[in-house]
């Protein structure tokens, strides 16, 4: 079975831009997660979807949204670009409701300059 | 409100050695599962292993263990016979049980082994 993958890998941005970062779980799994990760803060949760609904929402600005497909597709936005949004940012995939499983993809490393 | 604290920011230890990753654990919620993950450097996070809070036996996964103290909430990973691809980053990190897949993590221990 294909593990969750995350495209594109890498990106570089300028600072007021906007960019989408893609997310395709593993089949069959329904929920998707997104997470931030930088030096200073470490791992911070984005939010969750869940059968096309956000069920979670972490404390990050407006300028972060996201959206999941009925294909279980994840895409993640982040508008008007800061530099401290330089980031690991790492999805996430979880079978219906399964506590104990959550698989992560290889992230996407966003550069803003 | 939950937290994960992991105190050790650099651990090394011998090839073949067994090592300990100690991580602690502050939640309200009576039904949570815990977990550790490992990050080399390539980024990605790989699952080690889980522990529920209403399990009774520690879990294990072949070289990995969770030594679950729930009254002390601490959940510390013992990884046995250390290899040299065991360095990376480890880290712990919880969620609700029954509130989504919300992961809270702690700042990660970094492992060094040694030949």
């Known amino acids: 079975k294909a593990g969750v993958t995350q495209t594109p890998r890498y990106l570089i941005k300028t600072r007021g831009q906007q960019v989408t970062l893609s997310c395709s779980p593993i089949s069959g799994h329904r929920s998707v997660s997104w997470y931030q990760q930088t030096p200073g803060q470490g791992l911070q949760f984005l939010f969750e979807?869940?059968?096309?609904?956000?069920?979670n929402k972490g404390n990050f600005p407006g300028r972060f949204s996201g959206r999941q497909f009925s294909n279980s597709r994840s895409e993640m936005n982040v508008s008007t670009l800061e530099l401290g949004d330089s980031a690991l940012y790492l999805c996430?995939?979880?079978?219906?409701?399964?506590?104990?499983?959550?698989?992560f993809g290889p992230g996407t490393r966003l550069t803003v300059t | 409100a939950q937290k994960i604290t992991q105190t050790q920011p650099g651990m090394f230890v011998q090839e073949k050695e067994a090592v300990t990753l100690d991580c602690t654990y502050d939640?309200?919620?009576?039904?949570?599962?815990l977990f550790w993950y490992k990050q080399p450097s390539s980024g990605e996070m790989i699952f080690l292993i889980y522990q529920g809070s209403y399990d009774q036996q520690n879990a294990t996964e072949g070289r990995y263990s969770l030594n679950f103290q729930k009254a002390r909430k601490s959940a510390n990973l013992v990884i046995s016979a250390s290899q040299l691809g065991d360095s990376a980053m480890y880290f712990c990190a919880m969620n609700r049980q029954y509130a989504g897949n919300q992961f809270y993590f702690g700042t990660g221990t970094s492992l060094t082994v040694i030949p």
């Open positions: 939640t309200s919620d009576p039904s949570y599962g």
């Open positions: 996430a995939s979880s079978p219906r409701d399964r506590v104990d499983e959550q698989y």
């Open positions: 979807y869940f059968s096309e609904t956000q069920r």
